[in-house]
């Protein structure tokens, strides 16, 4: 008779094994954090002076445009003066000067503004994972899980990279409530003022069209 010793020890090192082992939606996580709701009101505020900011240069851009147009109208108008045309000739090569200056002003301003908020949002959102990344280890070690996986990667097609797992070790929802835990309401509230300050902005710029 074969001893069944080995299987069993398979057996149990196996569970025991799969036991040490968890799976978290990261994504989920840090969109579900309430610091990270947080760093976004600072990002819309931000983001909506530089459109703000931006709007009027472009105001102004517009508006030398049309003087130009207009001077340069005036200077091919034959109904006009000779001396009406000449000084409509001249001011037409101040604005062209003007509005050359305005579009690299513009220009400038975007390129630089972009810049900015993509190099501060970045920095801030590597905190947010480091810090993270920390609690979860902590958290990790709590429980005696050795390994964590990620599921929320994606493939170049756009496949997720762990297509099956056990849902009954998913430690997503769970952590998410752990890293919320006593700051439930800062978060609610949080989020209801960003939901705002979007809801403010699509309907400015709907009027703006």
Do not use: C, W
């Amino acid at each position: 008779m074969k001893s069944i010793l080995p299987a069993l020890f398979f057996a149990t090192a196996s569970l025991f094994a799969a036991e040490t082992v968890g799976f978290i939606n990261m994504e989920k996580v840090f969109n579900d954090y309430y610091k990270t709701v947080t760093e976004n009101i600072k990002f819309e505020e931000t983001r909506q002076k530089f459109v703000t900011a931006l709007t009027v240069l472009q105001g102004e851009f517009e508006n030398t445009r049309q003087e130009y147009e207009k001077a340069i109208s005036d200077a091919e108008n034959d109904l006009l003066s000779d001396s009406a045309r000449a000084e409509a000739a001249q001011k037409a090569r101040v604005l062209e000067a003007r509005l050359e200056q305005k579009h690299d002003e513009t220009l400038e301003f975007r390129q630089n503004g972009m810049a900015e908020i993509e190099g501060n949002q970045q920095q801030a959102t590597q905190l947010l994972i480091d810090d993270l990344q920390a609690q979860l280890t902590k958290y990790a070690a709590e429980r005696g899980l050795e390994m964590v996986y990620e599921t929320s990667g994606r493939t170049m097609n756009r496949v997720p990279v762990l297509l099956v797992y056990p849902k009954e070790k998913e430690i997503t929802e769970a952590f998410i409530k752990q890293v919320n835990a006593g700051h439930e309401k800062e978060k609610a509230e949080s989020q209801a003022k960003l939901e705002a300050m979007h809801k403010a902005a699509q309907e400015k710029q709907q009027q703006m069209k």
